[in-house]
């Protein structure tokens, strides 16, 4: 197990088999929001600073420097260690990390809650939790294949994006994340996003209130995925859904070759692959590369810092190829509202 730091300090908790691979300081049981600030220390809040440039002023004897406040633009850090997070607008208004447990409060009853993982990446640059769903109706794909229900929240203190909060399955199996959404009239119940501008934090929670009725999520979520155990595919069309999903053209190389390969190999030896009614199926080999984003491949700068797997896998490319797998998959099952599948935007 990596035991990923800033610091010193573990920056990111998690229970049981996390689908983030077990990066961080393990809690045995799923955990409160007080836990999850302390053991993923995430207990530090940030402030917005004033942006200065330098500015050449003349003098009699030649010129100087001169630091001038910025109109445009803040800088926020971290007020625990002074680490900056990013450049904002002058609108801008964190959320701290504390209140964005808040949205969890609007969702399920105040403090009831159960997350499973729980960190930030970088510096604090993007803070994510992940609750269970914690319902007693599970999605079942197959006999013996499970989808859980979560929730994922992303805070990003960098200033390049909203907070955003999204349902999540993860197949139990193999722990793969299924992060996706589906359908035009899912656009605005699968999916909340706050500005940073404002109190964001009570409309942050009025959200989660509001998202809270919104069932039909993960009902058409069951319908695809059993959709997707159904369809079976010849050899051919296994590897066209693959290529299709991996690269943006269908040009051919030795590399290209490979790496299809690797996922094909998947789809009869990954994880869950066993279960009957997997193979050969376009649920099969969705997630043959899902479990190739999130367990196998090699992400850039990742051998000298194992945290880039997590970042790039769940909210980088990663995040992409997974929204291609899903629309790809949608298509071969001639899903009638392929063209409005879209992923929460994470960036």
């Known amino acids: 197990m990596h035991n990923i730091t800033n610091n010193g300090q573990a920056n990111i908790a998690y229970t049981g088999s996390t689908p983030w691979h077990k990066l961080g ?22 402030d917005v600073h004033p942006l200065y440039h330098e500015e050449l002023v003349p003098t009699y004897n030649g010129s100087h420097i001169k630091y001038v406040k910025s109109i445009h ?10 680490d900056e997070l990013g450049v904002v607008g002058k609108n801008y208004s964190p959320l701290q990390n504390k209140d964005a447990f808040a949205f969890f409060d609007g969702l399920f009853g105040k403090g009831q809650a159960k997350f499973e993982t729980a960190g930030y990446t970088g510096k604090g640059e993007r803070v994510w939790l992940l609750a269970n769903m914690q319902d007693n109706d599970p999605i079942e794909v197959l006999p013996n294949d499970v989808v859980n229900k979560y929730m994922l929240l992303t805070n990003p203190h960098g200033g390049k ?5 999204a349902f999540t399955p993860i197949r139990v199996v193999c722990q793969n994340t299924l992060t996706a959404a589906v359908g035009t009239m899912l656009k605005d119940t699968n999916t909340v996003r706050v500005v940073h501008k404002g109190n964001v934090a009570d409309r942050l929670q009025f959200a989660g209130s509001v998202l809270a009725q919104a069932g039909v999520y993960y009902d058409e979520v069951k319908h695809l995925f059993q959709s997707f155990a159904k369809k079976q595919l010849t050899g051919q ?59 196998v491949k090699t992400y850039r700068g990742q051998k000298e810092n194992p945290r880039k797997q997590l970042e790039a896998s769940q909210f980088g490319t990663g995040r992409i190829i997974k929204n291609k797998a899903l629309l790809n998959g949608a298509n071969l099952v001639g899903y009638s509202d392929t063209a409005n599948i879209a992923m929460p935007e994470l960036n």
């Open 73 to 82: 633009g803040q800088v926020v850090k971290r007020r625990d260690n002074g």
């Open 25 to 46: 300081q393990k809690i045995e049981n799923a955990f409160d929001a007080d836990t999850a600030l302390k053991e993923a220390n995430l207990d530090w809040e940030v």
């Open 161 to 165: 994006a909203a907070v955003i909060a």
């Open 237 to 295: 069309q296994v590897k066209g859904y693959i290529h299709q999903t991996l690269f943006n053209d269908l040009h051919h190389t030795k590399s290209r070759e490979s790496k299809i390969e690797e996922v094909e190999k998947l789809m009869y030896t990954g994880r869950g692959s066993d279960i009957a009614g997997v193979r050969g199926t376009v649920w099969g080999v969705y997630n043959a590369l899902t479990e190739y984003v999130d367990h």
